[in-house]
């Protein structure tokens, strides 16, 4: 149980594009998902909290117009980087918490590398 | 605002005990410490977490000191599977949301060595 999947694994963009990643919780209802960023041989970095049909809350000195985030139902957020470039370019996370309980499940990364 | 410090790397022989420190002196009263391991380019695994008082399962155990100032984490006999990055994490509560989010630390590579 408690399955985070991500889609998708790797993309390439070009820079000043968008491109969208997703996260879902396959066999529980996430009420509270989190958004991270790693860099390599870095720790991951939390972004922004999202819960279920509310906006999301951001970190400190993370851009929200910048990275969007959607949380439209109970298994199912996104996560957009608007006019990527490439210092944008890193390991993308989400993690999901369920409802009752306090520790995340984490997707298995998106890596995003924008040219 | 990193909450907790780990050294940066260790070995340990396999079949022998892996035990890494974690040091959060300024956790507060209600904090959890959480560990997780991240095997490279994989999302981080959950292995146990506690408040004040020692946990087990059976992936691992937790001793916590009476203090909670400090946290060790110990594989009982290590693999080579076990070669990963620990992370130890405090989960702190974000009361303008009622939520609770995790302070991850630097993590510590173990590389459990043949």
């Known amino acids: 149980g408690a399955v985070v999947s991500q889609h998708p694994s790797r993309v390439i963009c070009k820079s000043g594009t968008s491109v969208k990643i997703e996260c879902r919780s396959l066999d529980f209802q996430a009420t509270t998902m989190f958004w991270y960023r790693q860099f390599p041989k870095k720790s991951l970095m939390l972004m922004a909290t999202s819960n279920e049909g509310s906006k999301a809350t951001y970190e400190q000195g993370v851009e929200k117009d910048k990275f969007l985030i959607n949380h439209a139902s109970l298994t199912l957020s996104t996560l957009t980087v608007t006019s990527a470039h490439p210092e944008d370019s890193s390991f993308y996370i989400c993690?999901?918490?369920?409802?009752?309980?306090?520790?995340?499940?984490f997707g298995p990364g998106t890596r995003l590398t924008v040219t | 605002d990193a909450k907790t410090t780990q050294p940066t790397s260790m070995d340990c022989a396999e079949g022998r005990a892996a035990n890494l420190p974690c040091n959060h002196s300024?956790?507060?009263?209600?904090?959890?410490v959480y560990w997780y391991r991240q095997i490279h380019s994989q999302g981080p695994q959950y292995i146990i977490h506690g408040l004040k008082n020692n946990e087990t399962n059976e992936m691992a155990s937790l001793i916590i000191t009476e203090d909670r100032k400090s946290s060790t984490l110990i594989l009982p006999h290590a693999t080579l599977r076990d070669t990963a990055v620990y992370y130890c994490i405090v989960r702190v509560e974000v009361y303008t949301s009622g939520t609770y989010k995790y302070i991850f630390g630097t993590g510590t590579r173990l590389k459990v060595l043949a």
């Open positions: 300024t956790i507060s009263g209600n904090e959890y």
């Open positions: 993690s999901a918490r369920g409802t009752g309980r306090y520790e995340q499940y």
